[in-house]
Nanobody
Framework: QVKLVESGGGSVQAGGSLRLSCAAS????????MAWFRQAPGKEREGVAS???????NYADSVKGRFTISQDNVKKILYLQMNSLKPEDTANYYC????????????????????WGQGTQVTVSS
């Protein structure tokens, strides 16, 4: 099991930027997918962006062109750079990990992930 710890959340005005980080406590599998999800009160958990061990990424339509997912494989940190933030981006953001023994494409399906962080709150005011 991989322990994940998110940081970087906060409160910003619309149009602002934040960068989220997710630190993994242990070495990751050779093949993996990692992702950022978010959940607003009263709404289902939504996949935001994902990346696999090859660096291939996948984004939700709602964040394409505004958010960028990246990773530092040496430090085992996953990032989410969020620009041009909107009030509808307000949510608790979670980091997730799935390690496998075979190649996996980056997925935004929450039931595909085994390990989750505790979340970090992002609040965007208008």
């Amino acid at each position: 099991q991989v322990k994940l710890v998110e940081s970087g959340g906060g409160s910003v005005q619309a149009g602002g930027s934040l960068r989220l980080s997710c630190a993994a406590s242990t070495a990751r599998s050779p093949w993996y997918s990692m992702a950022w999800f978010r959940q607003a009160p009263g709404k289902e958990r939504e996949g935001v962006a994902s990346i696999n061990s090859n660096g291939r990424s996948n984004y939700a339509d709602s964040v394409k062109g505004r958010f960028t997912i990246s990773q530092d494989n040496v430090k085992k940190i996953l990032y989410l750079q969020m620009n041009s933030l909107k009030p509808e981006d307000t949510a608790n953001y979670y980091c997730a990990y799935r390690g496998t023994v075979y190649y996996i494409t980056p997925t935004l399906l929450p039931d595909q992930y085994n390990d989750w962080g505790q979340g970090t709150q992002v609040t965007v005011s208008s």
